[in-house]
């Protein structure tokens, strides 16, 4: 995958807010997991102690990984867990890039999966996905799990063909190709896939079985305001669509006035 001396191909990108006590065991599992070489990007909207572990963490170093922090606050603090990805993308310069969460629901030795998968289907869009053969939810109670598929079918019921052959949409577990996210996007919370997947509806796509484990550390982000903002979230894709509105510039390179397609 990558040699001495090449420019690693892949950047993990970790958005966190308050996960100090995941950062070592997170890196720790990474190392013995990923090529060496490979970034790992946290994008920190944290208000405890969370960036100067991960400064501490670069000092002592966790074998070959690239570790490096995007700490924001106050007003920097845009979009969500969206935002925090659309911030980490500015600093990312690898052919691939993988979004997963700091809090070890998403287990790091899924990630080689995620890019042999990229490279075996020649996909552009590799989603770790809770709903397909060896998946599984295993993270979340009774009432969490109903709201998740709840969400799930209501966002592949408003767009079906914007979200074929993805059974997990709200799946913040994913990798992708840098270069094929080439329509602005808005993040609204903390559903980013959803919104890549539905303004990119040419990608070549793919999954890879997962299973969402319990949280052994920290608290849930997951709140009724994010819920809310993944509603309307929903509202203005579909409405942007029906009536091909511009939508603020949130890309490289992207222009004011942009069009979704």
């Not at 070489?37 to 501490?56: C, K, R």
């Not at 920097?76 to 809090?103: F, K, N, S």
């Not at 793919?206 to 509202?235: D, H, N, W």
Request: net charge positive.
């Amino acid at each position: 995958m990558t040699t001495a001396n090449a420019v690693p191909e892949l950047t993990i990108l970790v958005p966190t807010r308050n996960e100090a006590e995941n950062v070592d065991p997170l890196l720790r599992r990474l190392s013995g997991t990923v090529e060496p070489g490979t970034v790992v990007l946290f994008v920190d909207d944290s208000d405890d102690e969370t960036p100067h572990v991960i400064q501490a963490a670069q000092e002592r170093g966790f074998g070959s990984l690239a570790i490096r922090l995007l700490h924001r606050s106050g007003e920097q603090r845009t979009g969500g867990l969206g935002g925090a990805v659309l911030a980490g993308l500015e600093r990312a310069h690898t052919q691939w890039v993988c979004v997963m969460d700091g809090d070890l629901q998403h287990p790091p030795e899924v990630v080689p999966r995620l890019l042999n998968a990229a490279t075996s289907a020649q996909a552009d869009l590799i989603v770790a996905s809770r709903y397909i053969k060896g998946g599984r939810n295993e993270g979340l109670g009774p009432v969490r799990t109903a709201v998740s598929w709840g969400s799930t079918m209501l966002a592949k019921a408003m767009f079906p063909h914007r979200l074929r052959g993805i059974h997990d949409p709200m799946s913040g577990f994913f990798l992708f190709r840098r270069d094929a996210m080439t329509e602005p996007m808005t993040p609204r919370g903390f559903k980013i896939l959803l919104e890549m997947a539905v303004r990119h509806p040419d990608l070549i796509r793919c999954e890879v079985p997962f299973v969402f484990v319990e949280r052994m550390l920290g608290t849930s982000k997951g709140t009724i305001r994010e819920g809310l903002r993944y509603l309307q979230l929903l509202a203005e894709m579909r409405w942007r669509l029906w009536w091909r509105q511009p939508v603020p510039a949130k890309r490289l390179g992207a222009r004011e006035g942009d069009l979704v397609a």
